[in-house]
């Protein structure tokens, strides 16, 4: 079975740019999450998803990030514009739903901004 | 969510078995204690959960003390590629309400060593 996919891997922008991640979780999940993990850090939850609806994204900062989930499937994460202080890996993660809240994780993108 | 409390490193000869501390003193009786790894350059994996009886999969064992205060990870034949950050999660086990997050600390870096 496939695990949860993210592309690109790496991505390096200068400032002010935008930038956008994807994940595509398991097969049949239909929770999905996206983390950010900043250098040394346990992960931090974004945004978490339920089909297509997001049902919680109070730690998403909304002036420069936003997030979709069309069709509640695949999912996109973007910022625009980034800050040097947006360097991190963003997770993505995904769980069957349904009362079973195991979370499976993507590798993750890694991103610098310069 | 409980907080737990893991020391920030420990060691490991290969093929003996690593013993990974947990505390969790404010865990309440609805919480599952969590286990979760990251390797370098990778997103977290999940290992094994329990609620107060002791669990065994293929990856590891997880020992709960009785007043569910602490447990131990257990790896029983540590491999180099065993190598990663190891994170004590506490949540509650069902998806009602804000209980899906998985707030990770700061975990445990076990290194194998040849």
């Known amino acids: 079975e496939a695990g949860v996919v993210q592309s690109p891997r790496y991505k390096i922008i200068e400032k002010k740019q935008p930038v956008a991640f994807w994940c595509n979780p398991i097969s049949g999940h239909n929770t999905l999450y996206w983390y950010r993990q900043n250098l040394g850090q346990g992960p931090e939850l974004l945004i978490r998803y339920e089909n297509e609806e997001a049902v919680d994204d109070s730690q998403l900062p909304k002036d420069r990030f936003s997030a979709e989930r069309l069709k509640g499937v695949d999912s996109t994460l973007k910022i625009q514009p980034a800050e040097l202080g947006d360097s991190a890996v963003y997770l993505c993660?995904?769980?069957?739903?349904?009362?079973?809240?195991?979370?499976?994780f993507g590798p993750g993108t890694r991103l610098l901004v310069l | 969510d409980a907080k737990t409390t893991q020391p920030p490193s420990m060691d490991c000869a290969e093929g003996r078995a690593a013993n990974l501390p947990c505390n969790h003193s404010t865990i309440s009786g609805n919480e599952y204690v969590y286990w979760y790894r990251q390797i370098h350059s990778q997103g977290p994996q999940y290992i094994i959960h329990?609620?107060?009886n002791n669990e065994t999969n293929e990856m590891a064992s997880l020992i709960i003390t009785e007043d569910r205060k602490s447990s131990t990870l257990i790896l029983p034949h540590a491999t180099l590629r065993d190598t990663a950050v190891y994170y004590c999660i506490v949540r509650v086990g069902n998806s009602g309400g804000s209980n899906y997050k998985l707030t990770f600390g700061k975990g445990t870096l076990l290194t194998v060593n040849p």
């Open positions: 993660a995904s769980s069957l739903g349904q009362g079973v809240e195991t979370q499976y």
């Open positions: 329990g609620l107060k």
